[in-house]
Nanobody, 125 residues
Framework: QAQLVESGGGLVQAGGSLRLSCAAS????????MGWFRQAPGKEREFVAN????????SYADSVRGRFTISRDNAKNTVYLQMNSLKPEDTAVYYC??????????????????WGQGTQVTVSS
């Protein structure tokens, strides 16, 4: 059974950094676009970043561009999200997801077939 497991969340002060990891098991996702989404309390889940299967193409939400970096290691079946210059408004549960495409950098959550359980990121002011 395919599974995505996030880790690396926690509590950090504004301006700090965190690195999230998403480890896949049960099958390889090396040919899938992988993405990160987040959901803050009382808000809808929103797109954060995604990366093509080769790692050559990425896209970011305007709110995180220049501060967050998505990367992947297909040999380890793992995707990362490096988050720098964190702000209180980045506080949310962060989810890793695998899409049903190889290179189309879709931002629509409905195009992602597999989801992790989420990891909490809390940024204090």
């Amino acid at each position: 059974q395919a599974q995505l497991v996030e880790s690396g969340g926690g509590l950090v002060q504004a301006g700090g950094s965190l690195r999230l990891s998403c480890a896949a098991s049960g099958r390889t996702f090396s040919r899938n676009v992988m993405g990160w989404f987040r959901q803050a309390p009382g808000k809808e889940r929103e797109f954060v970043a995604n990366i093509a299967w080769s790692g050559s193409s990425t896209s970011y939400a305007d709110s995180v561009r220049g501060r967050f970096t998505i990367s992947r290691d297909n040999a380890k079946n793992t995707v990362y999200l490096q988050m720098n210059s964190l702000k209180p408004e980045d506080t949310a549960v962060y989810y890793c997801a695998a899409s049903n495409t190889m290179s189309v950098l879709t931002r629509t959550s409905g195009n992602y077939d597999y989801w992790g359980q989420g990891t909490q990121v809390t940024v204090s002011s």
